[in-house]
């Protein structure tokens, strides 16, 4: 058993999370995670309206009895989404777990801690971590430039940016990007932080929805398969490399505005890409830890066996390593 800050803070058996993520992030897969004691996470704006995540969050409370999360994503926007209609169904629902990401969670934190719930706020940087733990969050998941979606601008790679966020805050961390077995989760560990996040590698389950075209291609696809858009624009994601991915970097660093590729890169394209397992559909996300990923496992598999895993590079590989004298 790996008991840290994390799994006794968030009351989870293994620290091992599954981040909410777009389109992926329902019932089947985060019941499944927090059934084989990791935790599951429901992605709130995957559903339409709160009525929705709400009937969403009793389909996995019919599957999983165990310790539930929702993400809720917080981002600009000139007609943004009923947050305080979203942030009601999770109270009602009895989660206790939120992880936020995007903008700043201060104005939710009330809300959330005065409910009981335990707020796991998603970065990019130290320094946007520092001003979590100050703002009332009770961890932080620190996302290294590896990861999908978006990185943020800094290009600071896990190695450099866990270890960096440890030693500045005294919160629980978790670890995310680049993270698919019990190697990663052994080496988070060693970084200083107190669990891993994992998304591309989650996907990549029987539990996830996602077309099986699109999980049988992260499997063959290598850490180099990914595009990095929306650089010019300071707003970098990363996605998968296809058809979609590479016009819109061409036209991007040619001098195209947001509004030339905006059709290109619309939600419901991606969507597409989970539902028909047509690659070229759309934008999807992914994370170069693709390269690393060599089957399609439940989720209790993949959990079980890098727990297990773990639990023995600890005791006897890095064990070994140390000699009296």
């Not at 998968?240 to 970097?249: C, D, F, G, P």
Request: hydrophobic share 40%; aromatic share 4%.
């Amino acid at each position: 058993m790996l008991s840290t800050r994390f799994t006794e803070t968030f009351g989870v058996e293994h620290p091992i999370v599954q981040g909410g993520m777009q389109w992926v992030g329902r019932a089947e897969l985060a019941a499944a995670v927090s059934n084989a004691g990791g935790l599951g996470i429901i992605t709130a704006l995957t559903q339409p309206t709160p009525e929705d995540l709400a009937t969403e969050i009793r389909r996995a409370r019919d599957m999983t009895d165990k310790p539930l999360g929702v993400n809720l994503t917080i981002l600009p926007s000139i007609n943004p989404p009923p947050y305080d209609e979203y942030r009601r169904v999770i109270a009602e629902a009895g989660i206790t777990i939120v992880e936020t990401a995007g903008q700043n969670p201060e104005p939710h934190m009330a809300f959330f801690h005065d409910h009981g719930i335990k707020v796991l706020h998603k970065c990019t940087s130290v320094r946007h971590a520092v001003k979590a733990e100050a703002v009332g969050v009770d961890g932080v998941s620190i996302d290294g430039f590896e990861c999908a979606g978006h990185p943020g601008e800094d290009d600071t790679p896990g190695l450099i940016l866990i270890p960096a966020a440890t030693s500045r805050i005294t919160i629980p961390v978790i670890a995310s990007g680049g993270i698919a077995d019990e190697r990663g989760l052994v080496a988070a560990l060693a970084l200083g932080a107190d669990g891993v996040n994992m998304g591309t590698r989650f996907m990549s389950t029987q539990e996830s929805f996602i077309h099986d075209r699109v999980k049988n291609r992260i499997v063959d696809a290598t850490e180099h398969d990914t595009e990095l858009i929306f650089r010019p624009l300071r707003n970098t994601a990363r996605v998968a490399r296809n058809e979609i991915s590479t016009k819109v970097v061409e036209m991007l660093d040619a001098g195209a505005v947001f509004a030339d590729v905006r059709d290109l890169v619309a939600g419901v394209r991606g969507r597409e890409v989970y539902e028909t397992g047509d690659l070229d559909a759309g934008i999807w996300s992914v994370g170069m830890v693709q390269g690393l990923i060599e089957d399609v496992p439940t989720v209790q598999e993949l959990v079980e066996r890098m727990v297990a895993g773990a639990e023995r590079i600890i005791s006897e590989r890095l064990g070994g390593l140390i000699t009296a004298g």
